[in-house]
């Protein structure tokens, strides 16, 4: 079972059934427990400030029931401590809770619960380009008091999410250090550019991202999506496939569009795949993912078509069965560890076998003995029950009831959240005819499937 997280423009497209979409929709809507498609509260950001008050109310329902069935409630989100989680939560409440905080507090002050995080991301960067157009904002009454100077300095920065402030701050940022925006906006190595601008003033950009990381974690506490965050921004501030930044009657797209995003290829982070469609927010997704070494794949809706009917549809059990010794037998090992002075060869496949595991490791000198494991997502390397639940579930409809006559999992939630770190638990035990001995073992955040075709029946 897979993690596969959505951009916003792709649930748009999903719900309003446009024909180009429709075998994407199909793979989606009957995915047969081989997804998990979850929501995050950027959906919902997404959401609020994306109708105008007029319409809003008929379209936002229907939204939130759509995101409701698609996901089947599953809410991806981070505590205020900024752990993240899943929960079973009905987008509706989330929807309910933002919408009663715009309601308790004036736009001013909601929007400045989330103003420290904007002024990290820009203001820590010591170009003129940046800090001249502050200053002169804040100077342009001529009252330099203490509080004045913080008030002026917070409509500065609400301006930026809800007006085109972001575009003209963002063009006298690469007018004062030199960025020819035509160059580096499709370049394919944009911060090795960037680099050789910064270098007369003795800065790099990844100095930048740090003293904004640093600014940050002195206010409050982060994880990586503030690190994902802000690197998607530098790279927009610098002209990497830079957002359209525009409002209108019709169209509103601001830096908050941009932080939206941004919020998305975080949250993204934590599953298996990210679809996509936002050519824009795509390419930097790519870029911050490599540069941070994170393994989600990225797919456009068509891309990820592809991708399925190549790789990810549900082979029979004997194919499954002989890519599994075909790779161990045949292929260059990718991986090497040790296990308990045993040399165990690993090899990580673009594969998912069962739905699930993606990598088959095997002792150098035992014949037809495999371990089936799951190489997680970078940020997400937990096991979740929904994922543990329908593994079995899958495994049950290829072995049969297992030597104990166990079927599908019977446990609730707290079995897996009970578990020790030093835990291994020996859940199923097939015995199958022609094929061997397969055994399902539960770890604290982690599957294995081992399969011995050396006792064969």
Known sequence: MLRVYLDWNVWNN????????????IIMENRDNLFLIPYSPAHIGDLTHGYSKKDRHEHINSDL???SELSENLLLAKYSNQEIYFSKTNPEIIFDYISEQESKLSKLHYELKNVEIYK???????????????????????YLTMENILMKTM????????????????????ESIGVNKDKIFNSPNPLYEIDKILKDK??????L???SLTAIKEKSESNFIDEIITYYVGLDLIGYNQDEIKVSQKKSKTFHNTIDDANHVGYASV????????KRCKEKALYVYSELNINTKVFSSSEFVEYWNKVLTLDSLNNQLFKITSIANNFEPNIQEYFENYNLQGYLSQLYFFGYFNYISWFENIKNYHILRKVKPTNGNILLYDEFKHLTFHLIKYFGNDIHNKSVVTEDENF??????????????????NIGEIRLVVQKNHLSLYIDFRNTL
């Open 14 to 25: 999903l719900k309003r059934k446009s024909s180009q979409f429709d075998e994407l929709r």
């Open 65 to 67: 029931k759509y995101i």
């Open 120 to 142: 990290d991301l820009i203001f820590p960067i010591p170009i003129n380009g940046i800090d001249n157009r502050l200053y002169d904002y804040i100077t342009s009454d001529g």
């Open 155 to 174: 409509e500065y920065i609400i301006s930026l999410i809800s007006t085109e402030e972001y575009k003209y701050l963002r063009n006298d940022f690469q």
């Open 202 to 207: 003795g800065i790099s950009f990844s100095q």
């Open 209 to 211: 991202i740090t003293e």
């Open 271 to 278: 599953c298996d795949i990210f679809i996509v469609d936002d």
């Open 416 to 433: 897996l959240k009970n578990l020790d770190e030093d835990d291994f638990i020996l859940y199923r035990t097939w015995k199958v005819s």
